[in-house]
Nanobody, 123 residues
Framework: QVQLVESGGGLVQAGGSLRLSCAASGRTSAYAMGWFRQAPGKEREFVAGISWSGVSTQYADSVKGRFTISSDNAKNTVYLQMRSLKPEDTAVYYC?????????????????WGQGTQVTVSS
């Protein structure tokens, strides 16, 4: 069973940067990894995804050019580098693992999920 633990969230001013980490344990081969976020009162939304090989990546339009997803297989860790942060990026960020994805952005295709890490961007 794969277990995921996120870290790296916090409070940052608009325009600042944060790097989130998602450490995976268990049998992680063949899993793709995704980052999602959920703001209060909103649906959980896809942010970025990466194949475990790191060859394929996907981004939501709202973060393209500002966020970068990467993986370090030796450490079983996926990262989300976030730059030029905006107040609207404020949310709880979750990482999730998925196998045989047909739609990167569909949260129903991912299991398991991490516990989430809060990112707050002040204006």
């Amino acid at each position: 069973q794969v277990q995921l633990v996120e870290s790296g969230g916090g409070l940052v001013q608009a325009g600042g940067s944060l790097r989130l980490s998602c450490a995976a344990s268990g049998r992680t081969s063949a899993y793709a990894m995704g980052w999602f976020r959920q703001a209060p009162g909103k649906e959980r939304e896809f942010v970025a995804g990466i194949s475990w090989s790191g060859v394929s990546t996907q981004y939501a339009d709202s973060v393209k050019g500002r966020f970068t997803i990467s993986s370090d297989n030796a450490k079983n860790t996926v990262y989300l580098q976030m730059r030029s942060l905006k107040p609207e990026d404020t949310a709880v960020y979750y990482c999730a693992a998925g196998r045989a994805l047909t739609r990167w952005a569909d949260p129903k295709e991912y299991d398991p999920w991490g516990q989430g890490t809060q990112v707050t961007v002040s204006s």
